[in-house]
């Protein structure tokens, strides 16, 4: 879980009546673990669900439930609390609360709060779908949207009434990462980022293939970072076990050559191509149709392969190719290849991995090859380094193209 981007920040975190303010424990804590301060103030209705001595611990400040709380010494807590504030989110935000934000009333602390901000407010919905399809729901999302409030979500799926749809809150993982997205400084505003991630899987039979160790961390890092710095994001990505990055759009493919297919498709339209992928080189001329059994005489399948697209080169050949960037994982003599690997596929910057694989891990250590030379950028972990390589990118882009 990255750290960077709330550390130091204060929120008021507004609790409105919903089961989902379950999931706010949870957030609390991401939260704070992250290094922000989360003042909590709830309505009435959220005290229902869960009690504000939960809020304090997991917040480890008081909370807030009414305007008349003599504990704000000059009586004004709906000024006091938010005077700090870098932001103040509503999570869960009931259909009511949203009805009350798009008129701007302010009958109980949290809206009063609302209503006397001077900083962002970020609403995170969470209701029953017929609730949230209501046209007087969608009216006043539009409205709050047209105020420049930050909607995030719902989410969609099994609602704790039984039915499913749209409408139930964002996870607590998924609001911390939106909410970290909104701080994020937003370098890549207006680009869209095309990228590959994890490895190919090339079959061999219908049970059997080959693969490799890529996990697709670093690509699913990046592919955060890129959204979270204002780009928008397609992630082509292979076999791998992770969570899409919030707001990112993924597409799942298998192999190499359905990672390139889908490159293809959607390149013309992205000012940066991210090669991470661990993509396989080969795949089998004809993998069995049928799973191919052991036989009696012990007689031993052989296959004979034939070489996969080289997506990354295939993209810097293009009349019109975007900023490609391609990923180098050498087990030795990083230093000499790097550069060859750059040159030969033609892309203005290889990121290589410095030192011992490092699939699967959470650290990495690169270098940038680029014409102009090498530079060597400090150990990290992969969210951290997704960020640096990011602000890296966005330094050497040009300007965008009209034509494009
Ligand atoms: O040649 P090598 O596989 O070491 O190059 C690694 C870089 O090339 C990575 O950016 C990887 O995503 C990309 N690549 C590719 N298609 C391939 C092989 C590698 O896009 N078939």
Redesign the pocket.
């Known amino acids: 879980m990255a750290t960077a981007e709330l550390a130091g920040k204060h929120l008021v975190l507004g609790m409105t009546g919903g089961i989902a303010c379950y999931k706010i424990a949870e957030l609390t804590r991401l939260l704070t673990k992250a290094g922000a301060t989360v003042q909590v103030v709830m309505t009435e209705a959220a005290t229902q669900f869960i009690t504000p001595v939960t809020m304090q611990a997991l917040s480890g400040r008081p909370v807030y439930t009414s305007q008349w709380d003599g504990r704000v010494p000059n009586n004004m807590a709906h000024i006091d609390l938010s005077r700090e504030a870098d932001a103040i989110v509503i999570a869960p935000a009931s259909t009511d609360f949203l009805a009350k934000l798009a008129h701007g009333m302010a009958d109980d602390l949290l809206s009063t709060l609302c209503v006397a901000r001077d900083c962002p407010l970020l609403v995170v919905p969470a209701m029953n779908r017929q609730m949230w399809q209501n046209p007087a729901t969608q009216r006043n999302v539009t409205q709050l949207r047209a105020d420049g409030l930050q909607v995030l979500g719902p989410d969609s799926g099994p609602q704790a009434c039984g039915e499913v749809g749209d409408g139930r809150m964002l996870e607590a993982a998924a609001t911390y990462e939106a909410i970290a997205s909104f701080f994020s400084p937003k370098i890549l505003a207006g680009r869209r980022v095309l990228l590959?991630a994890g490895p190919?899987f090339e079959p061999l039979d219908p049970v059997r293939g080959i693969t490799n160790r890529s996990s697709g961390k670093m690509g699913f890092a990046l592919a955060r970072a890129a959204q979270q710095a204002g780009a928008e994001v397609h992630l082509v990505a292979g076999p791998v076990a992770l969570e899409t990055p919030w707001g990112v759009f993924r597409e799942d493919v298998q192999t190499?050559q359905q990672?390139?297919d889908a490159?293809m498709r959607s390149v013309a339209d992205a000012d940066i191509f991210?090669?991470?992928?661990?993509?396989?080189?080969w795949r089998a001329d004809h993998a069995s149709e049928h799973k191919i059994k052991k036989t009696a005489e012990r007689t031993l399948p052989t296959f004979t392969f034939v070489?996969?697209?080289?997506?990354?080169?295939?993209?810097a050949k293009l009349p019109h190719p975007p900023f490609a960037?391609?990923?180098?994982?050498?087990s030795g003599d990083l230093e000499v290849?790097g550069e060859e690997?750059r040159a030969?596929?033609n892309?203005p910057l290889?990121?290589g991995n410095l030192g011992p694989l490092t699939f699967g891990l959470d650290d990495n250590e690169v270098i940038l090859f680029e014409a102009s030379g090498a530079t060597k950028l400090p150990r990290a972990d992969k969210q951290t380094l997704a960020r640096t390589l990011i602000a890296e990118i966005a330094k050497r882009l040009p300007e965008p193209s009209p034509i494009r």
């Open positions: 590959t190919t190499a990672m390139h490159v991210i090669g991470v992928a661990a993509v396989a080189d070489e996969n697209p080289d997506i990354l080169a295939t993209v960037v391609g990923f180098a994982a050498e290849h690997k030969r596929k892309v290889l990121i």
